[in-house]
């Protein structure tokens, strides 16, 4: 029996009165990489905000570890929980360590400075993400996957149990997409933490879920590993397309080589 750490039960979400998410129910397991995917407007990103409570639910409710968000301070939850955000921006000028550094505000206290430890969360993550020869430089003069390496240090240094990133690898080249993929895949082996991306790419998903989650108008069309969820017959249902699969080299996950609009019977 899969043990979650995050569920959601009949999730209701609109913006104004168009409905988004509708009654969905889904759980993210404890320790994995979570993949949702999913056409563009389907709530992939929405899902997320309301995870974070940047959104509030219609109706429906979201728990974390057994406890639900609303009973929860958010100060709490961030120190449960980092997300970070779908292209995230940063003030000009703004230092890596700086950028870093937010990670701790969940831990500060008024008028209290940094700690020893602070500062040691803030040195490992910069170290766990490869940006500790960064640090003194400014953000905005990074490579797009240096970036995003930094923010993910920034997420670390917030010392949580789960990792919530929309879209991370949007704007990358192949190679920095690989790069932050494979990083957060290192942290999870290494650490159990569970993750959970929304992703675009659907070749990189079957390659770096443990479990994905399939979202279209809405609702969860399925759900599972990658081997026993990504088929012609479910892509066809969430993207329309008729998909030619086959595995990778060590059988362990599908790969999509080729597609094209599924036609009407």
């Given at each position: 029996m899969m043990e979650a750490t995050i569920t959601a039960h009949d999730l209701s979400v609109a913006y104004d009165d168009v409905l988004v998410l509708d009654k969905l129910n889904v759980a993210i397991p404890k320790g994995k990489i979570t993949m949702i995917i999913g056409t563009n407007g389907c709530g992939k990103s929405t899902l997320l905000k309301t995870i974070a409570r940047?959104?509030?639910?219609?109706?429906?409710?979201?728990?974390?570890?057994g406890e639900n968000i609303k009973s929860q301070a958010p100060k709490a939850i961030a120190q449960k929980m980092a997300v970070l955000p779908q292209s995230p921006v940063v003030p000009p000028g703004l230092l890596v360590k700086e950028l870093v550094a937010y990670g701790r505000f969940p831990y500060q206290t008024l008028f209290a400075g940094m700690s020893e430890h602070d500062l040691e969360m803030i040195q490992w993550a910069l170290t766990a993400t490869g940006m500790s020869e960064f640090a003194e430089r400014s953000v905005d003069q990074l490579s797009g996957g240096?970036?995003?390496?930094?923010?993910?240090?920034?997420?670390?240094?917030?010392?949580?149990?789960i990792?919530?990133?929309?879209?991370?690898t949007t704007y990358l080249d192949m190679a920095h997409q690989l790069e932050v993929l494979t990083l957060l895949q290192r942290l999870n082996r290494e650490q159990q933490r569970t993750i959970v991306i929304v992703l675009h790419e659907l070749n990189n998903a079957t390659k770096f879920a443990d479990h994905i989650i399939g979202l279209k108008a809405g609702k969860q069309v399925f759900a599972g590993k990658p081997l026993d969820v990504i088929t012609p017959e479910n892509l066809q249902q969430l993207y329309g397309i008729q998909a030619k699969l086959q595995l990778d080299e060590s059988g362990t996950y599908p790969i999509c080589v080729d597609f094209s609009l599924a036609t009407e019977e």
């Open positions: 940047i959104l509030k639910p219609k109706q429906g409710e979201i728990v974390i570890n240096q970036r995003q390496r930094a923010w993910i240090a920034m997420a670390l240094a917030q010392e949580t149990e990792l919530v990133l929309d879209e991370p």
